[in-house]
């Protein structure tokens, strides 16, 4: 019979999960025991709670399943509460398995260490960034306890919060089950697919707009289906960037308002029907749009529910939806005649001469890196290198571009990397790696080899755009290639165009060990697309203050 801790690591990979990033503490000791022993998953500890979770949340993203961090009661699960925020922010499914007391500590009459108010506020502050919770202080409860609560991950994309008491992770339990996914009311189904295809077939100029959830749900290559058989025009969001890298023949590129290609601009804004698959609808998505969505032609599938118009189809998850959907379509069908704008152009060629560097050159080098090399999977973390992400070619990219937590970028990176086997290309801006890029350090006892490419303006330049008479902006320059190697990796600086590109090359055949490329730009210059998405919300602030 199973204990309850192998019953749970054997039930997240039932589930889905396919590996654990985890800092052990007292209350988690044991369970942590029976991960190393057990060989259930995979586990790699990090140096900080934080990254935990953020490279849990990018494995989620990259593989279209379950993240999973095992932490620490207290000191190690708070420490993971922005990650975690960040991961139902952006749908990332990401399960905290976090420690707790047992049933005799909390009835000791002591305050216990690692207790902030009360014994259960880790519960009530996990109650607040999770979708669902399981307390495990019933063996007779638990595994349908964990079943109920790892569907809920799974079937709303959102994270989910399971607590170990320390002194229950040896009792005997029932093996979890894997519940069926609950699936949509066919009568629902077919009264909104057929509306949707009514909306669709009206319109002159339907186009598609894509966004993460059809990534969590591991949907676009079906997605990609639907868009030849209705014969629509496909847009990511900001958010949704990097998605449908496999189907450039529907992608038409990035929509970002008045900060982005005015002919994908225009392709969204005098379109006469949205299909919005996945989309949320916040400001970095939408704070740019210069024309409101019209809603009675617009329909939006996300979180289980179908809005079209001013009705919603509740209970219908988005992968019921797209299959019925391509199930109406007709055989595939040549896009419809409409002269629909090319694809974007990235910037490429970039001449290796000793130009000083600005930050679109980065992106102009990696196009140029990756047409010679092959795509790399990206993560980026907040600041211009998300921007700069922006202006590289469509390539799978995870990053925090709505929830916009600083941090992300090294951290996830490795969690790609341990996760997937691939070898991530990281962007990340000085001051963000200034707050987790020192977890490289981890990369050499794992094998792993990241590319970083660390943006040094010696500033929070995102900040100075928006506030450029405060010097607290300033920052000094910590010279991070140089302490490289002592974290077990490779560093070397770059100034001029011809630097980055031979950096990088040598960075593509170095394998073994992290390669940081530490870029140096000079303050108050930043990306194009950067320098458009200000201008954008300046001007916008400028509309609302009327
Ligand atoms: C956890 C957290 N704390 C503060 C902030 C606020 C912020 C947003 S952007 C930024 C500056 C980033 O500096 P960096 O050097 O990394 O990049 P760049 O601007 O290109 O120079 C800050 C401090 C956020 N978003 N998250
Ligand atoms: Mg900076």
Not at 262 to 287: H, K, Q, S, W, Y
Request: aromatic residues 6%; hydrophobic residues 45%.
């Amino acid at each position: 019979m199973p204990t309850l801790a192998t019953a749970l690591l054997q039930g997240l990979k039932d589930h889905g999960a396919r590996e654990l990033f985890g800092i052990p503490g007292d209350f988690i000791l044991p369970l942590f025991k029976v991960v190393e022993e057990s060989g259930i998953l995979p586990y790699f500890t990090l140096s900080h709670e934080p990254a935990v979770g953020f490279a849990a949340d990018a494995a989620a993203r990259y593989q279209s399943t379950l993240g999973v961090v095992v932490v620490t009661y207290g000191a190690g699960a708070f420490n993971v509460v922005n990650a975690v925020a960040g991961a139902y922010a952006e749908r990332s499914p990401v399960v905290v398995v976090a420690g707790a007391p047992g049933a005799r500590e909390r009835t000791s009459g002591l305050l216990l260490h690692h207790q902030a108010r009360s014994i259960d506020t880790q519960l009530a502050v996990f109650r607040e960034i999770t979708c669902d919770q399981a307390v495990l202080d019933d063996p007779a409860t638990a595994p349908q306890a964990i079943a109920r609560v790892l569907r809920s991950a799974r079937e709303r994309s959102l994270p989910v919060y399971i607590e170990v008491p320390r002194d229950r992770v040896d009792a005997p339990v029932a093996p979890v089950p894997v519940l069926p996914r609950r699936t949509a009311d066919p009568d629902a189904l077919a009264e909104c697919a057929g509306e949707i295809a009514a909306l669709l077939g009206r319109a002159e100029r339907p186009v598609m707009v894509v966004d993460v959830e059809i990534r969590r749900y591991g949907l676009e290559e079906r997605v990609a289906t639907l868009a030849r058989r209705l014969g629509l025009p496909v847009v990511t969001t900001f958010m949704g960037r990097g998605l449908l890298q496999a189907a450039p023949d529907v992608r038409r590129g990035t929509y970002l308002g008045s900060a982005g290609d005015p002919a994908v601009t225009r392709l969204v804004e005098e379109a006469d029907a949205l299909l919005l698959l996945g989309v949320i609808l916040c400001d970095t998505n939408f704070a740019l749009s210069e024309k409101r969505f019209d809603w009675r032609h617009t329909v939006l599938a996300i979180d289980r529910g179908v809005r079209i118009g001013h009705h919603t189809y509740p209970e219908l998850p988005i992968e019921d939806l797209v299959d019925a959907l391509i199930a109406r379509a007709g055989p595939e069908i040549a896009a419809r005649p409409r002269t629909l704008p090319p694809l974007e152009d990235y910037p490429r060629g970039l001449v290796a001469d000793d130009t000083p560097l600005a930050p679109s050159d980065v992106a102009a080098a990696v196009n140029d890196l990756l047409d010679r090399h092959g795509p790399l999977p990206m993560t980026a973390d907040i600041g211009d290198c998300l921007f700069v992400a922006m202006e590289i070619d469509n390539t799978a990219l995870a990053a925090p571009g709505y929830y916009a937590g600083m941090g992300f970028g090294v951290p996830a990176g490795i969690g790609v990397a341990a996760a997937t086997g691939q070898r991530p290309l990281i962007l990340v801006g000085d001051g963000a790696f200034q707050m987790t890029g020192w977890e490289l350090g981890n990369c050499r006892r794992y094998g792993l080899d990241p590319i970083v490419l660390l943006f040094n303006n010696a500033s929070w330049e995102m900040l100075r755009v928006f506030q450029p008479e405060s010097r607290f902006n300033d920052l000094s320059d910590w010279n991070f290639a140089a302490m490289a190697p002592a974290l077990g990796g490779h560093g070397e600086r770059v100034a001029t165009r011809r630097e980055l590109a031979a950096a990088l090359e040598r960075a593509i055949a170095r394998r073994g060990m992290f390669s940081l490329i530490e870029v140096m730009l000079p303050r108050g210059a930043t990306s194009r697309t950067l320098a458009r998405f200000v201008t954008g919300l300046k001007s916008a602030r400028d509309r609302q203050a009327g």
